[in-house]
């Protein structure tokens, strides 16, 4: 993120009362991509949420010189429910955005906007992926949960979707889209984590299920902000012992069919 807004969010994981939640990599921003590469790290997104209107637009103009700057980045943008985001989103594509980010619990909005439905109409056009916080956890919002964005799919059936926290802690409620819908994914950030496990654990019920979506799910981390040492997010998917293959697809596979490299925009 912008280093000013980078800030904000560490302030905001610095007041929390319980739990708490020490940023494990606190690092300048040359230090955190040695750091990416050092763990073998080939392709990764940089994503961005706006919080307000007026927002989202200066983001993706960031999102992508940030990825000129950074070869191993993917151009990443997001969105905000405001009068020309369908203009500014379809501009960013065009300049070359290949993800974006929704948080539907920090931007405290609802997807179904009317606003926002040529946004969602042409990233699934588009067949970009779009990572979207729409789970309840770890505080619900107004428009969290899989009611709201599940109408957005029943509207845009074929939109990337990757659910970010497998969708904690509605998990079954998540996986169920993803076996519903084609391009619906899952993020395995902070799910199976320690941490998380205390707070939302995953149930050991639904295991089967998350081994025959191998296909959709996808590693993520929200590295640098996380309370733990990145390593443990792998070990922690290890000891679910789904396999060999499982993991395989999971860490590497599924992302970079995602990440694929984009092509050259038309000019």
Not at 34 to 59: F, Q, S
Not at 116 to 128: H, I, S, T
Request: glycine share 8%; with cysteine.
């Amino acid at each position: 993120m912008p280093e000013r807004v980078l800030r904000k969010v560490w302030a905001y994981f610095d007041a929390l009362p319980s739990p708490r939640w020490p940023i494990e990599y606190r690092l300048d921003q040359a230090a955190r991509l040695e750091l990416l590469a050092d763990l073998g790290v080939i392709r990764h997104t940089a994503l961005l949420y706006p919080h307000k209107a007026a927002m989202a637009e200066w983001l993706n103009s960031w999102g992508l010189a940030f990825a000129r700057e950074v070869p191993n980045c993917v151009p990443t943008g997001t969105f905000f429910p405001e009068p020309g985001a369908a203009g500014y989103v379809r501009a960013g594509l065009a300049a070359g955005l290949r993800a974006f980010k929704a948080h539907v619990q920090v931007g405290a909005y609802d997807p179904r906007d009317p606003l926002l439905d040529d946004v969602w109409g042409a990233l699934a056009e588009a067949g970009v992926p779009v990572v979207c916080h729409c789970g309840s956890g770890p505080m619900p919002g107004r428009f969290t949960g899989p009611g709201p964005i599940g109408e957005v799919l029943a509207r845009h059936p074929s939109l990337t979707l990757v659910v970010a926290h497998l969708g904690q802690p509605e998990y079954a409620e998540f996986l169920a889209l993803a076996e519903t819908y084609p391009n619906v994914h899952l993020d395995t950030t902070m799910t199976f984590t320690d941490f998380t496990e205390k707070l939302a654990p995953f149930p050991v019920a639904l295991r089967p299920r998350l081994r025959d979506q191998a296909d959709r799910i996808v590693l993520g981390t929200d590295y640098p902000n996380i309370p733990y040492p990145y390593a443990h997010q792998i070990e922690s998917l290890v000891r679910l012992d789904l396999g060999d293959d499982w993991l395989r697809r999971v860490l590497h596979e599924n992302g970079a069919r995602l990440l694929s490299p984009a092509s050259t925009p038309a000019s």
